[in-house]
């Protein structure tokens, strides 16, 4: 399992960012992201929060609550969720009864 700092790194490196870049856009220094990445510092609430929102991730994630990097980060996704939360329970559950037989369908195509 990566460390913070690891998945800090890891993740720059992902988008082809310097550690320059990333302190730019998070209005911080060199040094702190430097030392982010070492493990010798926990960035405040706040900074990892910008930090999660630059490389594109969650705070979970970097906290290594969870290993998906991009859980719940594709807006196309998102919207699709916010809409089938929005319908009435029995509109929800004809939709989600439809998008499981049709993600068991797809499974079972890759399976063959």
């Known amino acids: 399992m990566l460390s913070f700092g ?4 890891v993740l720059r490196k992902n988008k082809k960012m310097s550690q320059t870049d990333l302190a730019n856009k998070i ?18 609430i706040d900074s990892a929060k910008k930090l999660a929102k630059e490389l594109d991730t969650t705070v979970g994630y970097l906290l290594g609550e969870n290993e998906e990097n991009k859980l719940k980060k594709n807006p196309e996704m998102l919207k699709r969720f916010e809409d089938i939360i929005a319908f009435d329970d029995q509109d929800r559950k004809y939709i989600l009864y439809t998008l499981d037989a049709l993600i068991k369908n797809v499974k079972l195509k890759s399976i063959t």
């Open 6 to 9: 690891q998945r800090i790194a």
């Open 27 to 44: 209005n911080s220094s060199v040094s702190v992201i430097s030392r982010y990445e070492l493990d010798k510092m926990i960035p405040s």
